[in-house]
């Protein structure tokens, strides 16, 4: 797991060979993942994709630089691709009373992202090339296009920022567009039978994460 002042990424080693990337955190990241990369015994062309999890720049403000530098291959999410492309943009988030300060400090604390290429557009149920029967699921609410990425013979999940961890406790991902269809994906990846979460913000969950999720869900993800 890298950590970014925003944000975070995950560098995974592929069982093929290679490596792979979860997101890449903000425009000037790059050399972080780089160096995390040559600490794993890796070069540069050695990674061989990055998985974008949804546009927000805090997540894909590197991408551009490091399909640049290493030749990987950049996948998002089908409904969020053209605004990693810069040819087109997100919903604004609809924020709660409790997120303006917080998305206004973070926003001034992140910079803009670099239009960036996307090689592949993300669709639910997709197979990813990980050699562990990893596949895509759309769950759409903190933007569109945004996917998770579940690993199930190892019952690992990555949420992007669908689902994140506030205060020690899970939540729906915050500076979310449409708070509905984000607490029907909260509910979804917390159906799911996961050992370990690994969020877009906040501590991984290592143990029983599933049962974690479902008992930390809000009212309306049971809806």
Known sequence: MLRFPVGQAYLLRLPGGGFTL????????QDAVLGALAAAGGAPGDLHEIVLTHAHKDHTGAA??????TGARI??????????RGTGS??????????????????????????APVHR?????????????????????????????LLPEQGALFTGDTLAIWQDRPIPGVFSSDRRRLAASYARLA??????VLFGHGEPLTHDAGAVLRAAAPPESHD
């Not at 669709?123 to 903190?142: I, K, T």
């Open 191 to 196: 159906a799911l039978d996961t050992d370990t």
């Open 121 to 149: 557009e993300l669709a639910d149920g997709d197979p990813l090339d990980w050699g562990q029967a990893a596949r895509v699921l759309h769950v759409p609410g903190h933007t569109a296009g945004s996917i998770a990425v």
């Open 75 to 84: 996948a998002a999410g089908a409904a969020d691709a053209d605004a990693v």
């Open 64 to 69: 551009a630089a490091l399909a640049a530098a």
């Open 22 to 29: 979860v997101d890449c955190g903000p425009a000037g990241a």
């Open 90 to 115: 997100v919903a604004p988030p609809d924020l709660q009373d409790w997120e303006r300060d917080l998305y206004d400090s973070t926003s001034r604390a992140v910079p803009p992202a670099p239009p």
